[in-house]
């Protein structure tokens, strides 16, 4: 069962190769869980900043050469001479006890001698599970533990994940620390990106939790509570705060439990059907263009605004949802407001009086017509500004 899954999977992906999980690509499933496009990109690989290129809706991410030389710099200085910025944060804005601390660094182990990259993050994987193991077991002397490399089984596929820092040890806790070039202003940060750095680090909470499960620990020995570690206000200065992560530990868990059931989307595939590029031997895509959109449009797509925070085929599901008018583009709020009118265009119809309301649509187009009244009465009291 397993091989006709990974062979459709392959088949999807084509020629292009792999593309394994990562911490942001598994934190997008929790920001779109409903979504089948993304669903199947990620469990096949396929590169999607590349299809959404070839599209011709290229992927909105990156970061500038600035914002991510800030980002090292800051992450640099918080962790220099054995992360004595950080221990500072944690004990004097955190008010953490923390006596002595053996700091070690996990980075570099497992990479002489090996040959590829697959060898060595499994070598630093192994070396990083026998080290926190030992400390979960009072064994070892450890209590920050800086670049270790996770790992989970996402849809039968090994998924390496690597935080800025996994944790401090305090009272027999594991807490992950992310660490941010966002800054903490008057004890506040952006939602949207606390939110986007506390989703990652709870693929790495999970990921830890998996390791000591499989070692018959109490996976609760890791805190869903995430440390967040970021410059204060407009300096340089690093601060810190607790961001309670259950709700999207809880939902990320239900999302990698979907990914195991990759193959009932699978089955549903139309026979052939394939994201392949077809690329040629200096990575260059030689696929039609409008053969390629044909392909990714024969699978369902939930569209939602925020996803332009998080995955790269967002311009092209924009494009796609405003061509077939739908609500989506509105955001789930808009959603909800309108339950029972699927597009924009019955929408208007009914607020314009051109459609008749079936009954279950009867107060909603109440609702549409009376609201465009109020815009055409604002607007001829104040013309286009209104
Ligand atoms: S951008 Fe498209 S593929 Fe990505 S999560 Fe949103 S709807 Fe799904």
Redesign the pocket.
Known sequence: MKSHVDDRLNALRGSASRRPYNARSLA?LE??PR?T??AL?DASGSD?AAIAARTGHPSPFGQSAFAFARGNAFEAMVKDNGCAELLRVLRETLGLTLPEVAYLDLNDVGVAGDNSKGDRNRNRRDHTARVLLQAARGTGDGTLFDHPMLHLQVGGEDAFLEPDLVAFRIDGRFYVVEIKSFPIIDGQAAPMQVRSATTQACAYVLALRALLTKEGIDPETVSDTIVLVAPKDFTNRPTADFVDARKQVAALTRQLARIGRISDLVDLLPEGLTFDLDLDKDQRPRRPAEELVAAVEQVP????PD??N?????F???ARARAEASLDVLGPAVREQLGGIDTTTMALGLARGQLTPTADQSDTAAALRHAARLRAELTAMYGGAA
Request: net charge positive; proline share 0%; hydrophobic share 35%.
């Open positions: 997008a920001n779109n979504c496009l993304r990109l999607k797509a939930t569209y939602r996803c332009l998080h995955c790269e085929m967002a092209f599901c924009r």
